[in-house]
């Protein structure tokens, strides 16, 4: 087997913080509201059906079905979904950076909506640019931890498993990635991604 050559991110709570709360917190000023309709309306188990490749004119539809008094904050999702991403996690772009300069290939494995990831990442060309590919799992119908999106993305990425450091934030999607043979490590935070990174014979620690 050769040496570790590449690093596939993952985007969401690794590169960026996320979370519907972002953009709803502005919308709604009474926490307890607030609360009860991230716990009840815009779910994260709703949103999740945007990665899986799901168009939010569907997915709207039904919802604003169910909860009709809600009609125009579940609209804002699609078009204002931009605001639920957070600032950039400390350190990351710049290891980024970092490892572009060393010609390490860069690539990233996303849960993300079809429809929102474009208008995403035409915010951010001096991150995304550095990365030679990115498999985005509303585009492909499969979402992390299905081994298909990770066979899929190592196909278009030309690595084999032992090839790649994959790092995540979700637990499941890391033991996922592990049980192809690919080194995958749980996200922290930068200084703990450097030590494996390091570990793994990319960067100097």
Do not use: C
């Amino acid at each position: 087997m050769g040496a570790v050559r590449a690093v596939i991110f993952d985007i969401g709570n690794v590169l960026f913080h996320w979370h519907p709360r972002f953009l709803y917190e502005r919308l709604i000023g009474d926490d307890r509201a607030l609360a009860a309709f991230l716990d009840e309306v815009v779910t994260l188990d709703w949103h999740f059906q945007h990665d899986a490749g799901r168009d939010f004119a569907d997915t709207s539809a039904e919802l604003i079905a169910r909860f009709p008094q809600h009609a125009e904050l579940i609209a804002a999702w699609g078009p204002r979904f931009n605001e639920s991403v957070g600032d950039p996690v400390a350190g990351m772009h710049e290891l980024v950076a970092e490892l572009d300069a060393a010609r390490v290939p860069l690539f990233a494995i996303t849960n993300f909506s079809h429809e929102f990831w474009p208008p995403f990442r035409a915010e951010w060309p001096r991150l995304f640019d550095r990365f030679r590919d990115v498999v985005v799992s509303g585009d492909e119908k499969l979402v992390k931890p299905d081994p298909a999106l990770y066979r899929l993305a190592l196909a278009r990425f030309g690595l084999e498993p032992h090839e790649a450091v994959f790092i995540d934030d979700n637990a499941a999607n890391v033991t996922g990635a592990q049980a192809l043979g690919i080194r995958s490590v749980l996200f922290a935070d930068a200084q703990h991604t450097r030590r494996e990174l390091a570990d793994a014979g990319l960067l100097v620690a």
